[in-house]
C-alpha cells in the first residue's frame, strides 16, 4: 500500500470514528423507547451494518486490506468526538437542531 492511500485510509478511519460516535448516540436516542429485546435487536444490526459500511468503503479505498492501526484510528476519532462534545460548545459549529440531539 503506497503512502498517499495509508494515509486516506487514516483519516478516513478518524472521520469514521466521528460519525460511529454521531450515529450511535442518536440510535440510543431513538431506541430507548423500544422494549428491551427490540433494543438488543436493533442494536445487533446497527453493529451489524456500522462494520459493514465500514469494511465496504476501505475496500473501495485500499482494496479492502484493513490493519489494526485503522481500527485504533476509528476508536481514536469515537473518543476525540465524545471529548469535544463534552468540552466544547457544539451550537458554535453545528445547529441548533443538530445539538438536540447530543443533549442529555
Known amino acids: ?3 498517499v ?8 478511519s478518524f472521520l469514521f470514528g466521528f460519525s460511529f460516535h454521531i450515529l450511535t448516540k442518536w440510535h440510543f436516542k431513538i431506541s430507548e423507547t423500544y422494549s428491551t429485546i427490540m433494543k438488543y435487536v436493533t442494536t445487533i444490526l446497527f453493529v451489524i451494518n456500522i462494520v459493514l459500511l465500514y469494511v465496504y ?10 490493519h489494526i492501526y485503522f481500527l485504533i484510528f476509528v476508536a481514536l476519532g469515537f473518543f476525540v468526538f465524545d471529548v469535544l462534545q463534552k468540552h466544547v460548545k457544539l451550537s458554535t459549529f453545528l445547529p441548533s437542531k443538530v ?3 447530543f443533549r442529555r
Open 5 to 12: 492511500t495509508q494515509l486516506l485510509s487514516f483519516l478516513l
Open 99 to 101: 445539538e438536540k440531539i
Open 57 to 66: 468503503i476501505m475496500y473501495h479505498l485500499n482494496d479492502g486490506i484493513i
Open 1 to 3: 500500500m503506497d503512502e
